[in-house]
């Protein structure tokens, strides 16, 4: 399968969170599945995410969050995509409590992973996420 067939992912950590151990599992998982993956390391702004996968032209942002800001720092990632003219989606993962998932839904997030998801759902949500642009 060629490397680009299934779209292009950004993936990040955004805030102060240093754990990116998951991050760079889901990135060898989304690889992997045929997709051409961009990882901007550790402690990335909601500015930085943005404006990272604008210039390469994603087809949609992977945040990884353990930090419990969540509800602060997704919505902001999507706003600044919004504000820079552009509609990739944003899907999110790591430690989401349950009650937190349809407020980062009504907030513009397209998918949420939460602990325990497996390799299928984390490709099928960035099918998903990848699907709603069209």
Do not use: C, W
């Not at 779209?7 to 998982?29: E, M, Q």
């Not at 009504?106 to 984390?122: E, I, S």
């Amino acid at each position: 399968m060629n490397v680009a067939s299934r779209g292009r992912v950004l993936v990040a950590k955004v805030g102060l969170d240093g754990h990116d151990r998951g991050v760079k599992v889901v990135a060898r998982i989304l690889r992997d599945a045929g997709y051409e993956v961009i990882y901007t390391g550790l402690f990335q702004t909601p500015d930085s995410v943005a404006a990272s996968a604008v210039d390469e032209d994603v087809d949609v942002i992977g945040l990884s969050l353990l930090s419990g800001a969540h509800l602060t720092l997704a919505p902001a990632v999507v706003d600044k995509v919004r504000e820079a003219g552009s509609e990739i989606p944003v899907v999110v993962g790591g430690i989401v409590p349950e009650q937190d998932i349809a407020e980062l839904h009504a907030a513009g997030v397209a998918g949420v992973l939460t602990p325990g998801a497996t390799a299928k759902d984390v490709v099928a949500a960035i099918d998903r996420a990848i699907g709603s642009r069209t």
